[in-house]
Each structure stands twice: as structure tokens, then as C-alpha cells.
């Protein structure tokens, strides 16, 4: 997996910050932000860095629940869920690619639910985040 763009940032990035780290893939950033809060609901935004060495990533909530954290990476960025087995189940069923299968059938499993990471760099990765995101919301 890329390392995020701001590691070892005191201040969370700024819009023209994250724009150059993403490049060409802040549009794609941008559509999904636009997609699951108008889709989902999920329109809470709150940057957090939980140490300089790993960096700034955009917690997406609804109401008070996190949905995903987005991490800015150089070119792409990754999503990361935490998803119980209601919402593994729902994911399974959602017409996933056998790829993104695969990653959550390798996944490890926390207390808080199993850690699954997409790294998006295209449209087709935006559609596999917001399954997810469904999954995770319970629609």
C-alpha cells in the first residue's frame, strides 16, 4: 500500500495541499465525498492524525457513526472500514469484483470489525467504496 502523503504534517493539509498529493485523482476524491453524503447521508467530515508517522486521513461519519477514513495518498488514496459481520454479509451480496472479495475474505479482525482497505485510483474503485459504505450504513 502507498504511505500517506502527510506523514510527519503538524497541521492537517490544506484543499490546494491535498489537491497536489492527489493529482489527477482529487476529482475521484471529490465524487465520492459528493456521492456518499448525497447517497447516504454520510456528510460529516473530520480530519485526524493519530501520530506524524501515519499521517492525516478524513473520517467520514453519519450522525455520530464513522462510515470510513480516507487517506490522501501520492496519486490515489485509500479507504479503510472497519465492517462487523452484519455489514460483511451485506458487502458479500452487493455485486463486489472478486478482487475486493478476496481482500475481505484476508482482512484481519479487530474488536471493532474487520479492517478492509481500498486503494482508489479510478472510478470503478469509487463504485467498490460507496458498496461499502451501503454495507456499513445498513441500506
Known amino acids: 500500500m502507498l504511505p500517506n502523503a502527510f506523514i510527519d504534517k ?17 476529482a475521484l476524491w471529490d465524487a465520492l465525498l459528493d456521492g456518499l453524503a448525497k447517497e447516504q447521508g454520510i456528510d460529516a467530515r473530520e ?8 499521517g492525516w486521513s478524513l473520517k467520514l461519519k453519519r450522525g455520530e457513526r464513522t462510515i470510513v477514513y480516507l ?3 501520492k496519486g490515489s ?11 460483511l454479509s451485506a458487502a458479500r451480496k452487493s455485486g463486489l469484483p472478486a478482487p475486493v472479495l478476496k481482500i475481505m475474505r484476508e482482512a484481519k479482525r479487530y474488536a471493532e470489525g474487520t479492517a478492509v482497505r481500498i486503494e482508489v485510483s479510478t472510478s470503478e ?8 459504505a451501503v454495507a456499513k450504513v445498513g441500506r
Open 10 to 26: 503538524a497541521k492537517q493539509p490544506t484543499e490546494k495541499e491535498l489537491t497536489r498529493e492527489l493529482g489527477e485523482s482529487k
Open 71 to 73: 487517506s490522501p495518498c
Open 125 to 132: 474503485d469509487v463504485e467498490v467504496v460507496k458498496k461499502l
Open 47 to 54: 480530519w485526524n492524525s493519530y501520530s506524524k508517522k501515519a
Open 77 to 87: 488514496f485509500r479507504a479503510s472500514f472497519a465492517l462487523g459481520e452484519k455489514a
